[in-house]
């Protein structure tokens, strides 16, 4: 049986200044036994990088600990900053779990002196693990596993750093993060307000969010893309940083995470999760609010949703992946679903939306490069999407996807864009289809309008097919009347 072991070096915590300038250059690499079987880039003059890279590897000997020396890139020679230690037998199998591992000067006399003559600790490093068990069988089913595991078994560093191919991978599929907003972030200097934005990062693709001022609940509601390679790195990572006007640095007041293997695909998940290393050494504010918080302690504490951060959370475009729903049994589970005899055992449960995005013809084509069109769509604040239909004016998805709807007073907005490579979209058309004007169970053709949807989009009469399955509670659907419009994002 082999044990496949993931590791993502997060982030590192108030390292220890190597420089003149009271700053360092860091980068970790990792041992197994003798062997480093990864190393890290550089970050740049911080004492708080932000790595997030992840490597893999294949766990043979459980009694072996994984080290990581944090080391200061310098001229003539690079310094070293600490060491720490992961003993993997203490998390078992098919297990995940981060940790903070501090720092140790370990046989380095020169570093030990130099940490107690600034009486000042070495500082940590985050790391998140995930261990599972495989059989042989199971490594053949999934490519990207097996990919990294063949490239592991022959690279003498062990390390799951990216390879040059002939050809690209392609992505698994595109995960859309909207960032809602953050309640009760905390100030590093005590009485001020914060400038905060994010950085989202999945694998190697990073994207900021706009800046938002002078609030300690920001809200951002702002949508980024982001491309999936399942197995190599699974863990959004976001940053909530705080903006100094004039300065080249900003500095870090929060993180976060989200596991993409725990979230079922082509559903949209809000999600309130957790802001870590929002107020760093402290477990309540109650001895230390005055000191931290200043005049922002009344408007921070006992808010709801506290030092948490909302963000809705899509995986979509998805590669050879469609599951067919209509069978009988489903559309039969659908009925009973909704049946008038079943209104008060789900309230909620309003109705249900099945669309299949078959085709589309006449899209304006480019002039001088090929057409790479995927189609949106979105009810309320759940989003899809197609993958991308490469180099063409007359697509075939032939995609359908499921929406479980909660407002039969709801449109869906279909949108067609152009990819044009890193997440260059450009508009092609869309179209608005009130929920309750579907007609059920017929292949239709629609028109693309532009932007304003009052004229047709570019082309020669560009048009989407579709087909569409709407069924709901009519008892249900009633409530909706009287219920508030939720915000669309």
């Known amino acids: 049986m082999l044990g496949r072991v993931d590791i993502k070096i997060v982030?590192?915590?108030?390292?220890?200044?190597?420089?003149?300038?009271?700053?360092?250059?860091?980068?970790?690499?990792?041992?197994?036994?003798?062997?480093?079987?990864?190393?890290?880039?550089?970050?740049?003059?911080?004492?708080?990088?932000?790595w997030n890279e992840?490597?893999?590897?294949?766990?043979?000997?459980?009694?072996?600990?994984?080290?990581?020396?944090?080391i200061d890139r310098d001229f003539p020679k690079d310094d070293f900053m600490g060491q720490c230690e992961l003993d993997l037998a203490v998390i078992g199998i098919n297990r995940s779990e981060e940790f903070s591992l501090y720092l140790k000067p370990g046989s380095d006399e020169k570093l030990a002196r130099k940490v107690e003559k600034k009486n000042k600790s070495l500082g940590s490093?985050?790391?998140?693990?995930?261990?599972?068990?495989?059989?042989?069988?199971?490594?053949?089913?999934?490519?990207a596993i097996k990919c990294f595991i063949e490239t592991l078994s022959n690279s003498p560093r062990k390390s799951s750093i990216p390879f040059s191919t002939?050809?690209?991978?392609?992505?698994t599929g595109i995960v859309h993060i909207v960032?809602?907003?953050?309640?009760?972030?905390?100030?590093?200097?005590?009485?001020?307000?914060?400038?905060?934005?994010?950085?989202?990062s999945l694998g190697s693709k990073k994207r900021k969010s706009k800046i938002i001022s002078e609030s300690l609940n920001p809200k951002w509601r702002e949508g980024l893309d982001l491309p999936w390679f399942k197995g190599q790195d699974d863990f959004i990572e976001i940053f909530i940083h705080d903006f100094k006007e004039g300065g080249e640095k900003s500095d870090?007041?929060?993180?976060?995470?989200?596991n993409l293997r725990e979230l079922e695909q082509e559903v949209s998940h809000n999600l309130w999760i957790p802001i870590k290393d929002r107020l760093e050494g402290f477990t309540s504010y109650e001895s230390h609010e005055s000191i931290i918080l200043g005049d922002n302690s009344e408007s921070l504490l006992n808010i709801e949703r506290e030092g948490e951060m909302n963000v809705i959370v899509t995986i979509s475009g998805l590669v050879d992946t469609n599951v067919e729903v209509s069978r009988p049994e489903y559309e039969d589970e659908l009925k009973e679903r909704f049946a008038l005899s079943n209104t008060f055992s789900t309230l909620g449960d309003v109705g249900h939306l099945q669309v299949k995005v078959v085709r589309a013809e006449g899209i304006s084509p480019e002039y001088v490069w090929k057409r790479n069109p995927f189609t949106v769509l979105q009810v309320g604040n759940s989003r899809v999407q197609t993958n991308s239909s490469k180099g063409t004016v007359v697509p075939e998805w032939n995609k359908t996807f499921q929406f479980d709807i909660t407002d039969v007073y709801e449109v869906l907005e279909v949108i067609v864009f152009d990819d044009n490579g890193d997440f260059n979209y450009e508009f092609l058309g869309k179209i608005q289809i009130p929920l309750l004007n579907i007609e059920n169970g017929k292949e239709r053709w629609y028109r693309l309008k532009d932007q304003t949807l009052?004229?047709?989009?570019?082309?020669?009469?560009?048009r989407i097919l579709l087909e569409m399955k709407f069924c709901f509670n009519i008892i249900r659907a009633s409530s909706c009347v009287f219920k508030p419009k939720p915000i669309k994002y």
């Not at 893999?56 to 944090?70: G, L, N, Y």
């Not at 870090?252 to 989200?258: E, H, K, S, T």
């Open 11 to 50: 982030c590192g915590k108030d390292l220890l200044g190597m420089d003149m300038s009271g700053k360092s250059d860091p980068y970790v690499e990792v041992y197994q036994g003798s062997q480093m079987i990864h190393k890290t880039a550089k970050k740049k003059n911080t004492l708080n990088p932000e």
């Open 54 to 70: 992840q490597f893999t590897f294949q766990q043979t000997d459980q009694s072996e600990r994984v080290i990581f020396k944090v």
């Open 125 to 143: 490093i985050i790391v998140r693990v995930s261990t599972c068990a495989m059989q042989d069988e199971s490594v053949e089913e999934d490519s």
């Open 166 to 171: 002939d050809q690209p991978v392609p992505a």
């Open 179 to 200: 960032l809602v907003q953050a309640r009760g972030l905390i100030p590093l200097v005590a009485g001020e307000n914060i400038n905060s934005f994010c950085k989202v």
């Open 252 to 258: 870090q007041v929060g993180r976060a995470f989200i």
């Open 454 to 462: 009052r004229n047709a989009a570019k082309g020669e009469t560009p």
